[in-house]
Nanobody, 113 residues
Framework: QVQLVESGGGLVQPGGSLRLSCVAS??????????VHWYRQAPGTQREWVAG???????NYADSVKGRFTIARDNAKNTVYLQIDVLKPDDTAVYYC?????WGQGTQVTVSS
């Protein structure tokens, strides 16, 4: 069964950091030409793209997160990470990873004091 599983979310104070993980099962990220992307969706808003990483490791970020978010991949672990630093309340959302047409179930990030 092909699936993506996110983890690493939680409740964090403003200014803190989190590292989200997206693990693929049933397939290998590196076997596909598709980039792996992270999206997020805050309550009452549309899902928005935040970062992507190609099979070769090239990265792209939404302007709103540049400088604070870092996407990386470990092909040996079949995992893509999203490091989030200097968290802000506006970062509160469910974070999803995606490759091709496959989505994970999401992991909740809440930034609050």
């Amino acid at each position: 069964q092909v699936q993506l599983v996110e983890s690493g979310g939680g409740l964090v104070q403003p200014g803190g950091s989190l590292r989200l993980s997206c693990v693929a099962s049933g397939f290998m990220f590196s076997n596909y030409a598709y980039a792996v992307h992270w999206y997020r969706q805050a309550p009452g808003t549309q899902r928005e793209w935040v970062a992507g990483i190609s099979r070769g490791g090239a990265t792209n970020y939404a302007d709103s997160v540049k400088g604070r978010f870092t996407i990386a991949r470990d092909n040996a672990k079949n995992t893509v990470y999203l490091q989030i630093d200097v968290l802000k309340p506006d970062d509160t959302a469910v974070y999803y990873c995606k490759q091709g047409e496959t989505w994970g179930q999401g992991t909740q990030v809440t930034v609050s004091s």
